[in-house]
């Protein structure tokens, strides 16, 4: 669909020997990093660009001012879109254990092979690549849907509901004529070939724009 | 013992007196016959006519007797009168309640009642004695061993004088009558003699004696006696009546006695005071104060009840005292005793706390120490990894990009550099103070070491035995470096013995020097070294303890390094290790 992006990772880390040779080690595979000493750093940053594209984003738990830890947190209350990887120093298994569960993807023990934070940070940049790409077609799909209009969006949510189009149009008090109208418009405006594909982009959209 | 002598004479004489008082009731009279019942009857004849003249409804009899012979006629009742000396009546009176009623009086003599006295005469030559002192080593001769006046009364001088009768060669008893006193001094049998007073005057007046033949020994004066004494006077005789006497009779007696002219200067006259005879009794300890002499613990006991009093009184208190003194000192001694234990174990206790303490305090530094260092080496170390990864990957890629890789070589290196700079400043941190060099005796710093040490050493029940070599050159090192590495070198001692079974030997440390050098020697008995242990023995974080740290000899050798010195082991053949550390003595001091 649209053209892959390189990824970038993203490194908060306060000691920047670490810093720049992790920066050092992911160019020599092609990978380019963008550098943070401090969360606040990274948080400014991250607020000039709100939409990262693919990458991965390593957090050292271990950091003056705000933690690695606490940093992950506030990301994902900003449903911030890219997997997170945590480093810590040995004897830190415990705050790793709790940054999995806050919705870490993975963590590294310090001191790491390389290898081994090569190949996770590949995996991450791939997950990054998926969840951006259904991202974008949640919001692809929520633009086409915000293009409909009120009676389009009473007819969809009806026949979603599986309601034949003499119902609908007995409920809507409209003639079955206007209903199918209407439908061949919604299918256009939703670029959807079939009712099945119809109905995989509302099932999509549908937990995001239910409430709203 | 005399025996009074019954001549047929005096026999005759009672019987003619018994018939002509046949009928009237016999009144017996008692008389001391000292010298013999002639001389006594001689001597009491005017009185006993006198006494029937005045009485004669009574038959008076004489019966002249000995002393034994009074004591016991006055103890059966046998007669109803008794004359007899001072001192047999002083006897008497006080065992058979024998009253006087006269006494004896001369009236020739000044005065006329104290008329008994004696002489202690010696032939009169060059060395005679003079004093009654004198007398010691001499025999004396005296008429008998109970003599009132031939004895008793010299004898008291005597003990006046401070001489006892064993201070004398001996006592000569010559027997009655009293001249024979002075036979046994011209025989040569005694050195001196006692005699009654006046018998000297008399047998000189008799022309018996030559007025120059004896001098007087301890003569005195007495006042207006007419004879030469070495006594004192006392009373004459006195005329007793028994106790069972009746009152009357004895009231009669007595004036007739008192009514009796003077019959060759002598007469009764009123009963005299004794107290004198009872005084030399006393004194002596005869008589009725025999008691005295006997000395019987009871008898001394009774005499000086208030001075025993005092003693007992005395010997109580201070047994009480004594108890006292030992109780208390045994109970102040166990306090000591506990006292000291308990200041012991305190001290013990506080030095293993603080030696604890220290130990926890340096782990704990070292701990935090080692922890920081691995963290802080962990950042370079992890950095030069990525750096040398990336620059493989590169390389392996088949990319030449050297402006790529010399980032990378930079980057190695100057995380190289900052590793080192982590290292610098730990080892700044060990140290944690500036050196300071003073000149030192080996010898001092291992002793104030030991002392240090020997709590732990002792606990864990390891021997130490210490050989100082003394007189050691001075050297120059910092004091507490040296006593850290000798303290960890005898903690590696102890751990090497802890597991091995307990010997007879143990640890020693000794001192020792070697021409420019002076070393100190840890030896234990424990298993020694393995090659893999020896080869790392000194590496930085190398340890075979469980709780070790691999520090402890690395700083030992950095230490003694930097005095200049040597610390090595050395695997004894006997078993055990030995660490040696040679250190230098500075030039101008070595030899």
């Known amino acids: ?98 940054a999995l569960k ?36 949640r919001r692809t799909i929520e633009e086409r849907h915000a293009r409909l209009g009120r009676r389009e969006k009473e007819v969809l949510e009806r026949i979603m509901a599986g309601k034949p189009n003499k119902v609908v149009a007995y409920e809507l008090d409209l003639s079955i004529k206007t209903i199918e109208a209407y439908r061949a418009s919604i299918m256009t405006k939703m670029e959807a070939g079939s009712l099945a594909e119809l109905a995989r982009m509302i099932a999509t959209v549908e937990p995001g724009t239910g409430s709203s | 013992m005399r025996r009074a002598h019954h001549s047929p004479i005096l026999s005759l004489f009672f019987v003619l007196l018994f018939a002509a008082t046949a009928e009237a009731r016999e009144v ?107 007398l010691a ?40 009558p009293m001249e024979r006193v002075v036979a046994a001094l011209r025989e040569g049998r005694a050195d001196a003699g006692v005699v009654r007073a006046c018998l000297l005057e008399d047998e000189i007046a008799r022309g018996m004696v030559g007025a120059e033949e004896f001098t007087v020994v301890g003569e005195r004066q007495a006042a207006g006696f007419p004879c030469r004494l070495s006594s004192r006077p006392y009373p004459d005789w006195p005329f007793a009546r028994l106790a069972g006497t009746s009152p009357d009779l004895a009231k009669a ?40 002499a006997r000395t019987t613990f009871g008898g001394f006991v009774r005499a000086h009840w208030h001075w025993f009093l005092v003693a007992a009184a005395f010997v109580g208190w201070w047994i009480v005292h004594v108890a006292r003194v030992e109780t208390l000192v045994r109970r102040r001694t ?61 390389i392996d890629a088949g990319r030449t990009d050297p402006a790529f890789l010399r980032d990378g070589a930079r980057g190695i290196a100057g995380q190289a550099e900052r590793a080192a700079a982590i290292i610098r400043r730990i080892r700044a941190f060990v140290r944690r103070r500036e050196a ?71 640890i020693v440390v000794s001192t020792s020097r070697e021409h420019d050098t002076v070393s100190v020697a840890v030896r234990d008995h424990g298993p020694g070294l393995t090659p893999e242990v020896e080869a790392h023995l000194f590496d930085t974080f190398f340890t075979t303890k469980p709780q070790g740290l691999g520090l402890g000899l690395s700083i030992c050798r950095t230490i003694v390094e930097s005095h200049g010195g040597r610390l090595w082991p050395t695997n004894e053949p006997d078993g055990g290790l030995t660490m040696r550390v040679a250190l230098p003595v500075p030039p101008e001091d070595a030899t």
């Open chain 2, 253 to 292: 007696v007595t004036a007739s006695l008192l009514s009796m002219a003077p019959v060759g200067g002598r007469a009764w006259t009123a009963p005299q005071d004794y107290t004198t005879v009872h005084a030399l009794f006393r004194q002596l300890k005869i008589g009725p104060y025999a008691h005295l």
């Open chain 2, 28 to 134: 017996r009279i008692a008389v001391l016959a000292f010298q013999g019942s002639e001389r006594a009857v001689q001597d009491f004849e005017p009185t006993i006519a006198q006494l029937a003249a005045s009485l004669s409804e009574h038959r008076f009899t004489m019966v002249p007797l000995d002393l034994a012979g009074i004591s016991r006629a006055v103890a059966e009742k046998s007669v109803d009168f008794v004359v007899t000396n001072p001192g047999d009546y002083v006897d008497l009176e006080s065992r058979f309640g024998v009253t006087r009623l006269a006494t004896l009086e001369s009236r020739d003599r000044m005065p006329p009642t104290d008329t008994v006295g004696s002489t202690v005469i010696a032939p009169n030559r060059v060395g005679a004695p003079k004093r009654l002192a004198d």
């Open chain 2, 436 to 506: 300071k060099r003073e000149s030192l005796d080996l010898d001092d710093v291992v002793h104030e070491t030991l002392a240090l040490f020997e709590g732990p050493a002792l606990r864990r029940g390891a021997s130490l035995e210490v050989r100082l070599a003394g007189a050691l050159p001075p050297i120059s090192a910092d004091r507490a470096e040296l006593e850290q590495v000798l303290l960890n070198l005898l903690q590696n001692a102890v751990d090497a013995m802890d597991g091995a079974a307990a010997s007879g030997s143990g």
């Open chain 1, 102 to 137: 806050a919705g870490a993807f993975d963590f590294i023990e310090k001191p790491f092979k390389e290898q081994y934070l090569l190949d996770t940070v590949e995996k991450a940049v791939r997950r990054s690549r998926e969840v951006l790409t259904r991202d974008a077609r």
């Open chain 2, 334 to 394: 166990a306090e000591l005793t506990r006292e000291i234990r308990e200041r012991e174990r305190a001290e013990r206790a506080a030095r293993l706390h603080r030696e604890e303490r220290d130990q926890f305090s340096r782990l704990g530094i070292l701990g935090e120490m080692a922890s920081n260092i691995a963290h802080e080496l962990n950042q370079p170390l992890a950095a030069i990894t990525n750096y040398a990864e990336g620059m493989t990957r590169v």
């Open chain 1, 1 to 98: 669909m649209t053209e892959s992006p390189r990824p970038r990772i993203m490194i908060v880390d306060d000691d920047e020997a670490m810093r720049r040779s992790m920066t050092f080690l992911f160019a020599s595979v092609g990978l380019e990093a963008e550098c943070h000493a401090t969360a606040d750093e990274f948080l400014a940053a991250l607020s000039m660009r709100p939409r990262p594209g693919p990458g991965a984003l390593i957090l050292d738990v271990r950091m003056p001012g705000m933690s690695g830890l606490e940093l992950q947190r506030r990301l994902a209350d900003q449903d911030f879109p890219l997997p997170v990887v945590i480093v810590t120093g040995h004897g830190d298994v415990p705050m790793a254990v709790e």
């Open chain 2, 137 to 176: 080593g001499n025999r004396l001769a005296v008429v008998a061993g109970d003599a009132f006046g031939g004895w008793r009364v010299i004898h008291r001088e005597m003990d006046d004088a401070g001489l006892s009768p064993s201070d004398l060669a001996g006592l000569v008893e010559t027997g009655f």
